[in-house]
């Protein structure tokens, strides 16, 4: 059964980088079928796709953060990673990761399924 | 922001019917990108409840059911229980903002 587990500093100074990790479990990261993807849900914007990645690095990101999203993946170690650089305290809420399905026409994909999720709070 | 709206909360008796509306615009529904549903119970990850409009994945009780029409998406739950307490949130495309979008979110309370 597929798993997923978001990692990563619980919290991060003002205009700082956060980096966070999603472990994949269960099942290949090297599919050919699906993308990955993370979401965050913050107080003041609810849930929010940031951007996804296929197995061959190739990425999409959310145009209202793709100024300071970066996203890579390593097969070999069965690991997707987030890169958000100048967090602010808007940036505070839960990161979630989850597998993207639906095919390669991305624009029908859904997230299923969902890791548990990690807090991220930016303060000072 | 989310630019699908959904009620902030409805409810209802145990047993009893209630939808959930999801509505957009002609640049995510109504441009006929397809519509999913996630229930997140207090405290856990969003969980998949309806895919592509109107598809359960299995395990999903047949309690729940989805439609889509024109710019707007319903969820409905028929014999309500006290376990379907949580929030419901939509999601679809939008080409004009070239990502996905959700919901703003409906929460459900059994009384």
């Known amino acids: 059964q597929l798993q997923l587990q978001a990692s990563g500093p619980g919290l991060v100074k003002p205009s700082e980088t956060l980096l966070l990790t999603c472990s994949v479990s269960g099942d290949s990261i090297s599919s050919s079928s699906y993308y990955w993807g993370w979401i965050r849900q913050t107080p003041g914007k609810g849930l929010e796709w940031i951007g996804s990645?296929?197995?061959?690095?190739?990425?999409y990101y959310n145009p209202s953060l793709k100024s300071r999203v970066s996203m890579s993946i390593d097969t070999s170690m069965m690991q997707f990673s987030l890169q958000l650089t100048s967090v602010t305290a808007a940036d505070t809420g839960v990161y979630f990761c989850?597998?993207?399905?639906?095919?390669?026409?991305?624009?029908?994909?859904?997230?299923?399924?969902w890791g548990q999720g990690t807090l991220v709070t930016v303060s000072s | 922001q989310s630019v699908l709206t959904q009620p902030p909360s409805v409810s209802g008796a145990p047993g009893q019917r209630v939808t959930i509306s999801c509505t957009g615009s002609?640049?995510?529904?109504?441009?006929?990108?397809?519509v999913h549903w996630y229930q997140q119970l207090p405290g856990t990850a969003p969980k998949l409840l309806i895919y592509t409009n109107s598809n359960r994945p299995s395990g999903v009780p047949d309690r729940f059911s989805g439609s889509k029409s024109g710019t707007s998406a319903s969820l409905a739950i028929t014999g309500l229980q006290a376990e379907d307490e949580a929030d419901y949130y939509c999601?679809?495309?939008?080409?004009?903002?070239?990502?996905?979008?959700f919901g703003t979110g409906t929460k459900v309370t059994v009384l």
């Open positions: 002609s640049s995510s529904i109504g441009a006929g990108y397809d």
């Open positions: 999601q679809s495309y939008d080409s004009s903002l070239s990502g996905y979008v």
């Open positions: 990645i296929y197995y061959t690095g190739n990425t």
């Open positions: 989850a597998r993207q399905v639906g095919g390669l026409l991305y624009f029908r994909n859904w997230f299923n399924p």
